[in-house]
């Protein structure tokens, strides 16, 4: 109790007396009465003036009894365990101080990790950003390299497309001088026919190049009013002195009005009659057949002519595209489909291409009424 408390202990007194402290004296009260009950028990408890080192106690409690079962007292037995319940406080403190130390690192980790992450995120969404410039890049000198190919095929063809009509014109005017000499009247007029149908072909060279170029860079617009489609085409077949000995007309009975612009409907077709005579050979057979019904007039053409391998067909709106077999056989531009395309497409409308080799095509088109 001195070591405890600070005091001597003397006989015939009652222990609480010694113990000043209140909490101390309510804690040993509330022990000595559970002894007193008759109970056994064992607690650690700490106890000491607040001004000297409070220690720790193992006490053991338990009552005395007579051999009646009478309560006579109770018995203490004090244990100093200060030593080992001071480590344990230590050793508490220590794992508490490396738990608070965990948690901070674990926090630590976690916003490391999430920077990491975003980090991660964003050298991904970076990369992306790469690879699509990279393609982009990639499909610009595609691009390129596709342009250049066609400026030389362009070049290469108008060459080839002006020195034959060209070397006619030379040809015919020095015939033409001949027979103006000899006075050949009929030499005369055919060699001048050649000229004019010459003349005529650059003419619609020219026109092509320049109605495509017009055409993809949005200059041309469509100018729609009703009119019968019937009886242009029908005066564009009898007016044309070629087509008239070699297109078979199928039209109907009724006119057939439209809502559409007339020159861009006009040059559809002429396109599809010229280029089907173009490529059906010395004997040509032309058929043109026309339906209409409330919602759209249905044009098609068919020759007899050389026909289309099926896996090119799909190409052959693009500008300047033709097949080599018959870029070998027959003189072209490749413009007439890509310029049926563009100009359908101003009008709302649809084509559709059928094609044998050595069979002939057909060529359909769809404008909406």
Not at 25 to 43: Q, V
Not at 246 to 255: C, G, H, M, R, T
Not at 301 to 320: H, Y
Request: hydrophobic share 35%; proline share 1%; glycine share 4%.
């Amino acid at each position: 109790m001195k070591n405890i408390w600070g005091v001597e202990i003397e006989l015939n007194k009652s222990i609480l007396d010694y113990i000043h402290i209140e909490s101390d004296r309510e804690k040993a009260k509330r022990n000595f009465d559970r002894a007193l009950a008759g109970e056994s028990f064992t607690l650690v408890e700490q106890y000491g003036e607040e001004h000297l080192e409070r220690e720790y106690f193992k006490d053991t409690y338990y009552p005395l009894i007579d051999n009646d079962d009478n309560i006579l007292g109770l018995a203490v037995t004090v244990e100093d365990v200060t030593l080992s319940h001071s480590n344990k406080e230590k050793v508490s403190q220590v794992i508490k101080q490396l738990e608070e130390q965990v948690d901070k690192r674990t926090l630590e980790l976690e916003r490391i990790n999430t920077d990491l992450q975003e980090e991660n995120y964003k050298r991904i969404e970076s990369q992306k950003e790469l690879n699509l410039v990279k393609a982009q890049i990639e499909k610009a000198l595609a691009n390129e390299m596709e342009l250049n190919k066609l400026k030389t095929k362009f070049i290469s063809m108008v060459s080839h497309e002006f020195r034959t009509p060209l070397t006619i014109i030379q040809s015919a005017t020095f015939l033409l001088e001949k027979s103006y000499e000899r006075s050949d009247e009929e030499k005369f007029y055919k060699n001048l026919d050649k000229i004019s149908k010459s003349i005529d072909t650059m003419t619609d060279l020219m026109e092509n190049v320049l109605n495509i170029g017009k055409l993809e860079h949005g200059e041309i617009k469509a100018s729609k009013k009703v009119f019968d489609i019937r009886n242009e085409v029908k005066n564009l077949v009898e007016s044309n002195k070629i087509y008239n000995k070699i297109v078979k007309i199928d039209l109907p009975a009724e006119n057939v009005f439209v809502d559409s612009d007339k020159v861009l409907c006009t040059q559809i077709v002429n396109n599809l009659l010229s280029n089907a005579i173009k490529y059906s050979g010395e004997k040509p057979k032309i058929k043109l057949k026309m339906i209409a019904d409330g919602y759209n007039c249905i044009i098609s053409v068919k020759d007899n002519g050389i026909g289309i391998a099926k896996e090119n067909i799909s190409n052959l709106t693009e500008a300047f595209k033709r097949e080599d077999k018959i870029s070998s056989l027959v003189q072209g531009t490749g413009l007439g489909l890509s310029i049926i395309k563009h100009n359908l497409d101003l009008l709302g409308g649809e084509m559709n291409i059928e094609s044998e080799l050595e069979e002939g095509t057909k060529v359909t088109i769809t404008i909406p009424r």
